[in-house]
């Protein structure tokens, strides 16, 4: 039931990030009279400090965040997971310097480096992207190093490389498919992840800018004026926590059924 | 002990030597001519010079890593670009607001994810379970930059318990330590649920409970005990997205610490200020992690040993 719920959540997020600019949405146009209304039966959310109906602009925010998901789990996924296995399968001074900068890396609180490269590369949803690929690819090489050194020693590949097949080969059909369901929980909650960090970045300005929509930068926005519109900050965070949950119940599940001790 | 030290010290040096490096190259990152985004264009073409010598951008790259490197070491982290003093002790006046903010939410976090976890692995599949677990679930997935603005709309403008932002006395604390801590609870207590259903089953707790020790000994001493062990590690672990969560949380709270700093110095283009608050955190979590191993090697052999052979 309540997985059913989760899954119902994701796909709503998935279908808005994809075809929100199909939708006959205004996010950014102001209607004054409307200022800081509360929701009522006309507009379901209610306006924020400029006018701008919250309906709208949670709906484009959902664009934001799904987006910046998409694009971050996809590079830092295939970057780390290339890197990972390329080093742990060729061993030698390429496999020392990938563990020593990943140690460097790890040595940095996520979210801090992230912080540090977007404020430096200057706000914009490229450099959130850029961003955040750069610290996430971390866990993919560190998780698909360790698989590829437990897996490559083992009596398929060893037939494989007797056969004379090639690394590409080996790496792509005989490994990747063993190292799938790790790499698939981890990407999993690094959705999560992902649309918690971009949403941080837009709180701290450092995100997509005004005019477009973040969640983020909505519940920014909605601190300051808590007190006479407190549904300013509560819209845009309730939809941020429902995604990020629904995101976990999978990965919880997922894990559960693929059987995967964690880490 | 002594090989594991030594080898443990050298790879922290190498990190920290990294992570300096890492740090040094972000002011590479700013796009253009860094010298004209820090002081807008309206400065004159000689007070550009004169920052660009200050900053030493005018030499070769290799030339300036090293000097930022020797600067480190000599503990010169430099001037502040907005306020004009050096950025040592700027960091000097934060730090303890950031160490009391995260030494209150850890308290916090220990304090709630020990008895859950505990109460949830005794009464395993019960409502209680069902409850800390769903506590859990919704504690790693609530941003913190969300629910700061909810407990100040509940306790500070509705209820009025608390101030709404500020470190002025042990009231103000209570907001920005739950904040913080609530994620760091929610994952402990699945940890000490995890580790302490895997510690009921081993043979020494029968063994306890077959020598007639009441239940509650059995658990809080031998079971809790070998336990927490894996909590601990994890603790480690996850320090860093406490330091990192501080940054968020102090803005959310004005709370007048390194976090709150590093984002004002970004917000000011005092590049400087945010290279050193990145270098000072980062270097706070490797020295946390390096003490957590070398407490544990020590307390525990079969690392020191394992590790060499």
Known sequence: MLYRLAISVLLLWALLGLFAPLLPLQPNVMELESILQPPTASSWLGYDDLGRPLMDRLLAGAQTSFRVALWVVLVSSLLGTLLGTLAAYLGGWLDRLLVQVIDIMLAFPGILLAIALAGMLGPGMDNVVIALSAVGWVGYARLSRAQVLSLKHRDHVLAARALGSGTPVILVRHLLPLMSAPLIIEATFGVAAVVIAEAGLSFLGLGVQPPDASWGSMIRDGTRYMLVAPHMVLVPGIALWLVVMSVNLLGDRLRDHLDVRSR | ??????????????????????????????????????????????????????????????????????????????????????????????????????????????????????????????????????????????????????????????????????????????????????????????????????????????????????????VWVHGLRNALLPVITLLGLQLGALLGGAVITETVFSWPGIGSLTIEAIQRRDYPLVQACVLLISLAYVLVNLATDLVYAWIDPRIRLGEGS
């Open chain 2, 1 to 218: 002990m002594l090989r594991y030290l030594i080898r443990r010290l050298a790879g922290a040096l190498v990190v920290i030597l990294g992570v300096s490096c890492l740090v040094f190259l972000l002011i590479q990152l700013v796009p253009g001519d860094p010298v004209e985004v820090m002081l807008g264009e309206s400065a004159s073409s000689a007070d550009r010079a004169a920052l660009r010598e200050q900053l030493g951008l005018n030499q070769p790259l290799l030339v300036q890593l090293w000097q930022y490197l020797s600067g480190l070491a000599r503990g010169d982290l430099g001037i502040s670009l907005f306020s004009q003093r050096p950025i040592g002790e700027l960091l000097l006046e934060r730090i303890p607001a950031t160490l009391l903010l995260t030494v209150t939410a850890l308290g916090f976090a220990l304090l709630l994810a020990v008895p859950l976890g505990v109460l949830a692995a005794l009464r395993k599949d019960s409502l209680w379970d069902t409850g800390a677990m769903g506590f859990a679930l919704l504690g790693v997935s609530i941003p913190n930059f969300w629910l700061g603005p909810l407990l100040i709309l509940l306790f500070s403008l509705w209820l009025g318990w608390f101030p709404v932002s500020g470190a002025e006395g042990p009231g103000a604390w209570v907001l920005p330590a739950l904040t913080l801590g609530t994620g760091l609870a929610a994952i402990l207590s699945r940890m000490v649920r995890s580790s302490l259903l895997e510690v009921l089953q081993e043979d020494y707790m029968r063994t306890a409970r077959a020598k007639g020790l009441s239940p509650t000994r059995v």
